[in-house]
Nanobody, 126 residues
Framework: QVQLVETGGGLVQTGGSLRLACVAS????????MGWFRQIPGKEREFVAA????????FYRDSVKGRCTISRDNAKNTVYLRMDSLKPEDTAVYYC???????????????????WGQGTQVTVSS
């Protein structure tokens, strides 16, 4: 059974930091691109960051570049998203996702991902 379980969300003040973690099971984690997406109520889910199966390439949406770092530990089947200098506009439910394939140029598209976690709430107060 495939599972992706996110943890680490919470309430922080503007300028604060959080580290989200996503533990995966039930599939070959080390052979998938892993991504983080977020969704604000009433809006579409949007790409935040992705990391290649071997950690060799990372990708970020422009608004989080320099503030977020995605990383993974294949030995622990875990992907992380470190977020610094948080802003109120970062408030959202954050989801991790596992890609359908080993590599893809469509890492920023939801359709590229086969498995999703349940999400973790991040709230940044002003």
């Amino acid at each position: 059974q495939v599972q992706l379980v996110e943890t680490g969300g919470g309430l922080v003040q503007t300028g604060g930091s959080l580290r989200l973690a996503c533990v995966a099971s039930g599939f070959n984690f080390s052979r998938r691109i892993m991504g983080w997406f977020r969704q604000i109520p009433g809006k579409e889910r949007e790409f935040v960051a992705a990391i290649h199966w071997d950690g060799g390439f990372t990708f970020y949406r422009d608004s989080v570049k320099g503030r977020c770092t995605i990383s993974r530990d294949n030995a622990k089947n875990t992907v992380y998203l470190r977020m610094d200098s948080l802003k109120p506009e970062d408030t959202a439910v954050y989801y991790c996702a596992a890609s359908r394939s080993l590599s893809s140029s469509d890492y920023y598209k939801e359709a590229e991902y086969a498995h999703w976690g349940q999400g973790t709430q991040v709230t940044v107060s002003s």
